[in-house]
């Protein structure tokens, strides 16, 4: 049961008691909406317009919103575009102050999200994952990569660790991944005999779940808080990463820290068992139960190996970006003749909400740098922290901190990159320091957006495999923190090293690299030094 669900079956049947169980519930909505009075009655800073005043009172409201959980995310982002409507809309406008911005051009903003190429992306990664599920292809190559291990705990541990690095290719929706793996491993702990509650199966489900959050840092299409940084990427910064661009980039990171993950979790929760025979013919006896691979799963096969190509050769072979290739994909699955499933199969297993989330909080963020909102806070920022004129290095160690703290209080990575994001470019955008990229820093810190590894509230993959029973949070908690101190410390050398140093596409990404017409990659222009004005962010990215 949820933390929701518990909280409403609790109390007494009437009275004041029901009462205080609906403040208790709501006290985040609450905080929120006094909080947005606040920034509303506060008087408008100078050198900020009003709207940028009042987009920063709606930012305030979402991030205690978001924290808190008090309303469902699609619930969260119907009323944040309807705050945007009106407050946006009795707004003075932006180009003739004299005259209301207008509800019309609010509404217009409020959902100028769901024009970005990246929802398309993310909305065609749930019907992909949709499809993984309800052929059960995922669970077949999960059990398949298992089937290979051998019977020692250790080696089970590495076979839960491969099975997370396929699955990112393949199923491009971290939860849904999870999902896939966690009764698989469920079914491993039954077939070692041990106890839910013993280290070997809270290791192996925190191992399942960590390696998730890990790749979602690997590979830009396994998660959809990548796609908000680089959507706002390529408005702000007229820019693009390429799948195979953001693969080379991440590859350090990818394969240093499922090392890091096994030894972490062997040494700080050490099995109980080493071995158990016959471990490994309970995965194939529940491989043989699914049988012949089906018609269906074959094709599917096919189209997400096809479409694997296509990203990793997106720029190299082709110019068809990410989101048009997947869109592709999925039109394929309904198809006549490939069948994979029918709409009315898919539609729900769609989390629909995660899209209305989505669109709105790319909407929020690019409200808040057309109206000026995000590059006063940026000012302030930058100011406060000493970043004016600050190494490259020095910038990514402060803003990485800064996004691990805040995480604690955020159960979505989606909308921690929303919030946050546009803000990270607005602050890189104003310093001084020569030669930085904003392009490879903000990738680099959307890397840090994806640590979710300290609290089982971080993520939803992290709930789903809590929701197990398998292990204690404070054991989360602890390994979390190694996981994440060591995350930060690999970026932090990412940034000084790596990157600097690439030379093949990648110039653009490095966070010290100065990037000019000559060095720059085809296809690429220049970072441009202003925010765009909302008829320039609009245009098509040619």
Known sequence: MSTADSSVSIGAPSGRPAERSWLRANWGLLAATAVLVIVLLLPTPQGLSVAGHRMLAVLAFAVIVWMTETLDYA??????????TFLLGTAPSLTNPAVAMGTSAGLGLAFSGFANTALA??????????????????????????????TETRNVVIGAIAVGFIMSFLVPSTTARVACIVP?????????????????????MITATQTASIWNVGIKTAAAQNMVAVGFIEKTLNQTITWLEWFIAAAPFGIIMPVVLYFVMTRMMPPEVKEVPG??????KSLAELGAMKASEKKLLAISLTLLAFWATEGLLHRFDTSSTTIAAVALLFMPGIGIMTWKEAQPKIPWGTVVLFGVGISLGTALLQTGGAVWLANLVVTKFGLQNASPLFILGVMSLFLTVIHLGFASATALA?????????V???????????????ML???????????????????????TDTFEARDFVRTGLVLTVVALALVMLLGATYLALARIRLNINSPYARVTSAAR?????????????STEASAPRR
């Not at 619930?75 to 945007?84: C, E, F, K, P, Q």
């Not at 890189?428 to 903000?442: D, E, K």
């Open 121 to 150: 992306l993310v909305a065609s990664a749930l019907f992909i994952a949709a499809a993984m599920t309800a052929t059960k292809l995922d669970r077949r190559i999960a059990l398949f990569i298992l089937s290979r291990v051998g």
């Open 75 to 84: 619930v969260s982002g119907v009323v944040i575009a309807a705050l945007m």
């Open 428 to 442: 890189l955008q104003h310093v001084a320091t020569p030669g930085i990229n904003m392009v490879g820093m903000t």
């Open 445 to 467: 810190l959307q890397f840090v957006v994806s640590f979710g590894f300290i609290l089982v509230v971080n993520a939803p993959q992290n709930m789903v495999a809590y929701g």
């Open 184 to 204: 698989i491993m469920l079914g491993i702990i039954a077939a070692f005999g041990v106890s839910k509650k013993g280290a070997f199966a809270g290791m192996l």
């Open 521 to 533: 990659p085809r296809g690429h222009p220049a970072p441009l030094p202003r925010v765009p004005t």
């Open 279 to 284: 471990g490994r013919d309970a995965i194939r």
């Open 418 to 426: 929303s919030a946050m994001i546009p803000i990270v470019i607005a």
